[in-house]
């Protein structure tokens, strides 16, 4: 069930035409995630969890339940409520906060290490190796 919401969630946001951003802020009024390209691709640590960045997600994947950024925020979408989106990047951060519920938020702070290694200080602390 779970991953047929997640599902209709991502059909959802696809149908979207609306390419509204406050770039002034890094405020998305869309739902939309932006990871840059430098953080792009497959991340794993030493106990086999995964991080994957695409161009317009990022997918956890702690025991092979995966969890996406942009299905959660289209969940708040759906129920007409303001996710509260905030994104920055820059050449070697990646930084990520939505509204997990009515009164939390949930984090994501990436810093870039090497091209091959990064370090997550936010949800799913650790040190990242590239695939």
């Known amino acids: 069930m779970k991953k047929l919401l997640v599902l209709l969630c991502a059909v959802f946001m696809y149908s979207c035409s609306s390419d509204e951003h406050d770039s002034s802020n890094g405020n998305s009024k869309s739902g939309r995630v932006n990871p840059p390209a ?26 092979g339940n995966p969890y996406s950024a942009k299905g959660e925020i289209a969940y708040f979408i759906i129920k007409d409520e303001d996710p509260e989106i905030v994104e920055s990047a820059t050449e070697t951060t990646y930084n990520l906060e939505f509204k997990e519920s009515a ?29």
Do not use: A, R, V
């Open 38 to 63: 430098w953080i792009q691709g497959t991340w794993s640590d030493t106990k086999g969890k995964t991080i994957q960045f695409t161009k317009n997600d990022l997918i956890i994947d702690p025991n």
């Open 103 to 131: 009164s939390s938020k949930k984090n994501f702070k990436f810093t870039k290490i090497s091209d091959t290694e990064l370090e997550s200080t936010g949800y799913s602390k650790g040190i990242y190796t590239k695939k």
